[in-house]
């Protein structure tokens, strides 16, 4: 948003007016250079609840307001935070540009904001030393070069932390944040997650893409809803066994053949087993909530047992080649029968012939007379 210039008003004045009855303003390079330091204060008679500093190439002035709760600082410059008067902050993001702060003052200067809820400091390589807020309840650190957690065990409030592609990180200081409910671990190149297993509260896991981790500690995490294991060098899930609660899993791109441990799992709706040997799925066919199974192009899974599961309500594989459509009607030609005509078949193309394979797949799908949604 960049105000236009009105006759016979300085450009605080262009400003406030165009602020009138809204919540919300996006500072560009522009309105910073023409506005001096001392006018932003006039801002404050606005009531202006959300400010963002965007592409601004000159300093950010103080900021002295009672009313700002939500901060964003995307691709800016900054020196310092001490001055900022700003009581009732409730979320803060920074977002690349540069911070001129050495790691004891960028501790420092947060600790100020005490009603914060929410921080994003993601992509600062910096050691963010011991934040304590006690009111904070949301982290993201994402690609902050973190080597260790420390930082965080006195933010014993945290329900939510992102520390993903934070190579080699230990996370054993996470065993102190027993609030947490949702933590995201995506490429972190885990193998020890020992420091998981007091997480009793938590609901949502993402270890996308730890390819040597150890996810025995998982069996503690009795409340878990929610479970990403994508591409984790997994040759078996026994550890899942006790997870009873869980609603989604997401377990593609491992070693996996069977898939036995998950039987007891009577909350599952949405399994994704692409990219596994899996050879037996008659233990889950019987899940009642079980709606949703995307198992992709394992051509060693008997998708005869499909017909016990009539739950089901999607199944979702690839069709990789024209040449596969016959292979995939022939597999499917069991489905035929009349409980399971609500059976949607989401299917991915990724042949170059869109006639050919717009016909192709109305055939297989008069075939296995079923409907089906095209990705």
Partial sequence: MQ??????????????????????FVFNTQVVNETQNNDFKYLESQKIQKLKFLNCEEEIPNLNSEYVKELSIQNCNIKSLKEF??????????????LALNNDNLTQELNQFTKLKQLSLNGWKIDIGHIQLENLTKISLINCGLTQVD???SNSNLEEVDLSVNHGMDVSALQYITKLKRLQLERCNLVNINGLKSLSKLEELNLYHNCNIDITPLQYLTKLINLNLRFCGLKNVDALRPLINIQELLIPSNEIIFIQPLEEMKQLYKLDADENMIQD???????PNFRYFYFGDQLQLNTEQLKE???????????TSLRQIQKQT?????LRSNIHQQIEIT?????????????????LLQTLNIRESQQ
């Fill in 151 to 153: 930082a965080l065990r």
């Fill in 309 to 319: 599961a009539t739950q089901l309500r999607n199944i979702n594989f690839p069709i």
């Fill in 347 to 363: 299917i991915q193309k990724q042949c170059d012939n869109q006639q050919q394979f717009i016909f192709q797949v109305c055939s």
């Fill in 281 to 287: 799925i008659l233990t889950i066919n019987q899940l």
């Fill in 85 to 98: 008067r700003l009581n009732n902050l409730t979320s803060l993001t920074f977002s690349k540009g540069k």
């Fill in 3 to 24: 105000p236009e210039h009105l006759p016979n008003q300085n450009p605080t004045q262009q400003v406030t007016n165009q602020l009138q009855e809204q919540s919300n």
């Fill in 330 to 334: 022939v597999r499917f030609q069991s």
